[in-house]
C-alpha cells in the first residue's frame, strides 16, 4: 500500500477519488476549490495498492480553515475519509489515513485532530476513530464530534450553533459549496424539478470558510431548507426532491 498527495499540479493525473472524471463540471469545480484551499493546508491523500488501484481516500485542513460548522484552535480537522470497497475496511486502512494525518498534524505542532461522524449518510461512523484513540465531546443532531488530542491543557473543539443560522433562509433555498463535488450536479438536476413544479428556488454558493462556519447544518456544504426548516443536508437526487414535494403537497405544474 502506498499514499499518495494529491496536488494542484498533479491533480488531474490522480483525480481526486471521489469524483474522477475529469470533464465533469463537478471536478473542474472541485479543482478550483481545491487551489485555493491548498494554500491554507488542505490536504488530499489517496491510498493504492500494489497494483495502483485507488483503494480509498482522506481529506483533512487546519480546523480554523475546516468548511464546517465548527471551532477548534491548533487543531487538525478531517472532512472526508473513505475506503471504497465494503471487503477492505476491516484491514485497517483507515487507520493507515488516519495516522498520516495524525503525523501532519505533530509536523505542525498542533495540538490533535478532530472530525465530525455520524450514522446517517455522507460521513464515516465514529467506530473507527474510536479505535483511533478518538473520544466524542459533543453530539448535535446527527453529528458526534470526536476529537483525539495530545495535549490536554488545550481548548476543546465545539460545535457552532447551526440552528440558528436556519431562520435566515426564506422559502425554497438550497445553500452549498464546491467543497463536495457532487453538489453542482444535485443542484442543477433540483433546479429542474423546482421548474416542474412552479417553485420559486433560491441557491446560493458558499464562497468562503468565514460562511460555511455560519452554514444552516452539520455537514454544512449542502442544505436544503423551507422557511427556516432544513430539509436535508446533503446532496440528494431529483427523485427525493420530487417526493419531499409530494410529502408538502405540492403538485407539479405542468
Known sequence: MKIVEVTPENAIKETFFCIKDTKKQGFTDKLEWFEK???EGLRIKILKDEADKMIGFIEYV?????????EADNYMFIHCLYIYSKKERSKGLGSMLIEDAEREAKARGMDGLCVMTS????????????????????TKDRFQLMVKTWNNNTNKPRLLD????????????????????WSEKS??????????????????????????????????VFNLLHDGQLIEDHY???????????????????
Open 119 to 138: 450514522e446517517g449518510g455522507w460521513l464515516a461512523n465514529k467506530t473507527l476513530f474510536e479505535k483511533n484513540g478518538f473520544t466524542e465531546i459533543e
Open 37 to 39: 484551499r491548498h494554500k
Open 162 to 181: 447551526w440552528h440558528s443560522q436556519q431562520k435566515k433562509y426564506k422559502g425554497w433555498h438550497i445553500s452549498y459549496a464546491d467543497q463536495c463535488p
Open 187 to 220: 443542484v442543477a438536476a433540483i433546479l429542474n424539478v423546482a421548474m416542474d413544479y412552479g417553485i420559486d428556488l433560491k441557491v446560493s454558493k458558499i464562497n468562503t470558510v468565514k460562511e460555511a462556519k455560519k452554514a444552516p447544518s452539520g455537514f454544512g
Open 236 to 254: 440528494i437526487s431529483h427523485t427525493r426532491f420530487r417526493n419531499i414535494l409530494k410529502e408538502f403537497n405540492i403538485e407539479e405544474s405542468r
Open 62 to 70: 487546519p480546523a480554523k480553515y475546516a468548511w464546517r460548522p465548527l
